[in-house]
């Protein structure tokens, strides 16, 4: 798979691809939706998705990530989530860009640094080896990173549903992921923006919306 070179004559349309990224129950389901009412109201085509998942052999793979009765090794958990990311690319997110449609992804590569590097302690090396080989230089525009503290996104995540796979992990585990985060937002500082959401869902909106208007005018997209 090639890196995706803009084919679009009009820099007006270029499409994006954002991702929402963050601990269990930060709000990036939540943020997702204003997300996609403000593509709507702009008029502008877009598509949601969703990681791991996306495609029907990612929502396969996804039931078997977060079931809890699951077992599996971190090593093989690490390539399941880029075996989904791969088929994710090739079959939605490329072609979606490549048609001038703007892509949203409740979660994508940053998530596998945080919970099977920082979580589960794989080498973040290894991981960078899977990523180069399986998007090619393939990168979300921009990463909003949402963050909340560890009780909170505990106490969220008690109260909305059954825990998976993931959630029935100890705090230190959590704690290992957010900070995994801050780490690559540290690392990258151009392609992140990281939002506290700990705040009312007005304010963090308001950030989050913000943060997509500012990518679209850098892209040219909202004239
Ligand atoms: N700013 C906020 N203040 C209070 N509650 C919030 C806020 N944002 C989200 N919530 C609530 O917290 C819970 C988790 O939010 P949400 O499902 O959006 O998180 P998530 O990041 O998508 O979680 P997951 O990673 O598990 O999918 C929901 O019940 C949601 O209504
Ligand atoms: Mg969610």
Redo the contacts with the bound molecule.
């Keep these: 798979m090639q890196p995706l070179t803009n084919t679009s004559a009009n820099a007006a349309t270029k499409p994006v691809f954002i991702s929402l990224d ?1 601990i ?7 943020h997702l939706n204003a997300i996609q009412t403000w593509f709507t109201e702009q008029n502008m085509p877009f598509i949601m998705t969703r990681e791991p998942g996306g495609t029907p052999l990612g929502e396969q793979l996804r039931s078997l990530l977060l079931d809890p009765k699951t077992q599996v090794s971190n090593e093989t958990e690490c390539l399941l989530m880029f075996a989904a990311r791969q088929q994710h690319l090739q079959d939605v997110i490329v072609p979606a860009l490549q048609q001038g449609t703007h892509v949203i992804s409740d979660r994508f590569t940053d998530a596998t640094f945080a919970y099977q590097g920082g979580g589960r302690g794989l080498p973040w090396e290894k991981i960078a080896q899977l990523e180069q080989w399986v998007q090619n230089g393939i990168q979300p525009d921009l990463t909003i990173i ?1 963050d909340v503290p560890l009780d909170v996104s505990l106490e ?2 008690e ?2 549903r059954e825990k998976d796979r993931f959630e029935q992990e100890q705090s230190a585990f959590f704690q290992r992921v957010r900070e995994a985060y801050h780490a690559r937002v540290a690392a990258h500082p151009e392609r992140y923006v990281i939002i506290n ?1 700990h ?3 007005e304010e ?1 909106k308001a950030d989050v919306i913000a943060a997509v208007n500012r990518l679209m005018q850098n892209q040219g997209a909202n004239t």
Excluded: M, N, P
Aim: proline share 0%; no cysteine.
């Design positions: 963050g269990d129950g930060a709000g990036k389901t939540t949402l969220r995540i109260r909305s959401a705040r009312e869902r963090v």
